[in-house]
């Protein structure tokens, strides 16, 4: 599935909090911002049928 780019604006406190948790993680900054968007969006059963993303650590 092609990967759509975006501009994220976020508090200098709320990225680093992201960046050491991705990399706790062994995930990159924006694999673990798609991780949390998944989830959230699975936890809240708004993914559609076919659209389950992966939840590799290889991002």
Do not use: C, H, Y
Not at 3 to 22: G, P, S
């Amino acid at each position: 599935m092609p990967k759509k780019k975006f501009v994220l604006r976020i508090d200098e406190d709320k990225m680093a909090a992201l960046e050491k948790w991705a990399a706790d993680e062994f995930r990159s900054t924006n694999g673990q911002l798609e991780w949390l968007v998944t989830r959230a969006l699975r936890e809240e059963g708004r993914l559609k049928k076919g659209e389950e993303i992966s939840d590799s650590k290889d991002d």
